[in-house]
């Protein structure tokens, strides 16, 4: 089977899919995937998923517009897994950044132990020679998202410590000393470090004050997330 073949049967799936014949689409599925683990030899079949990746992550081809799965099938992300681990492990690039998109932000089925690092591999991917723009930007979204996380319960409480907080501002401070971000995403990274740095400084002086008051002194609106609290049934 060459990269031609392949998508041909891919295309067999989703036009099933489409066509909203569930049942025959994913034993149609099963089919060609045993098949490919079976007959494609592994080197062909490294060949065939790297172009897949090509065209599926960076290009956005097929169906779908979102990462991280968009639609792929569990079958297929199945043969991804395996061949983005064996690439990682030779320090593959953009495999590694692959891998961080596909599995690195939700939870990876074939990984139910979570014995692969993705955030590791982000780290090996920015710091690799080869590292691209994507993975420039990935890497730094990911220090803001961990900021955007630790604020989640400001004022009453701090999701992360402020040794936490500090390493990812030093990490994104660094990113941004060495590539080129969108102002957009260190727009977002400094309200979050002007907002720790507000609630760090109100915590140590004993919460004396209105947080939300002492925000809107520094030029900042700061609108808390809503908090859901469930009271365990004491009852039964």
């Known amino acids: 089977m060459d990269y031609a073949g392949f998508i041909t049967e891919m295309k067999k799936y989703w036009d099933l899919r489409s066509r909203g014949l569930k049942k025959q689409a994913n034993s149609f599925l099963f089919d060609f995937a045993g098949r490919f683990k079976k007959e494609v030899p592994q080197n062909a079949a490294d060949e065939i998923l790297f172009q897949f990746c090509c065209e599926y992550i960076d290009e956005l081809k097929f169906p779908g517009n979102h990462l991280p799965r968009r639609h792929i099938p569990f079958q297929i992300t199945e043969l991804l897994n395996s061949y983005l681990n064996r690439e990682c492990r030779k320090n593959k690039m953009p495999q590694m950044r692959w891998a961080y998109e596909l599995f690195g932000e939700c939870y990876n089925p074939h990984d139910p132990k979570c014995e692969h690092d993705t955030y590791h591999i982000l780290e090996c991917a920015y710091a690799h020679k080869q590292c691209d723009q994507k993975t420039v930007e990935l890497y730094f979204k990911?220090?803001?998202?961990?900021?955007?996380?630790?604020?989640?319960?400001?004022?009453?409480?701090?999701?992360?410590?402020?040794?936490?907080?500090?390493?990812?501002?030093?990490?994104?401070?660094?990113?941004?000393?060495?590539?080129?971000?969108?102002?957009?995403?260190?727009?977002?990274?400094?309200?979050?470090?002007?907002?720790?740095?507000?609630?760090?400084?109100?915590?140590?002086?004993?919460?004396?004050?209105?947080?939300?008051?002492?925000?809107?002194?520094?030029?900042?609106?700061?609108?808390?997330?809503?908090?859901?609290?469930?009271?365990?049934?004491?009852?039964?």
């Open 142 to 236: 990911q220090q803001v998202n961990l900021l955007w996380l630790g604020q989640h319960h400001f004022p009453e409480g701090c999701c992360i410590t402020q040794e936490a907080f500090e390493n990812t501002v030093q990490t994104a401070r660094k990113i941004l000393s060495e590539k080129t971000v969108p102002q957009s995403l260190v727009e977002e990274f400094e309200y979050y470090v002007k907002l720790y740095r507000i609630y760090f400084d109100w915590e140590k002086n004993d919460r004396n004050g209105d947080f939300y008051k002492l925000c809107k002194s520094e030029g900042m609106e700061y609108k808390p997330l809503p908090t859901v609290y469930v009271d365990k049934d004491t009852t039964g």
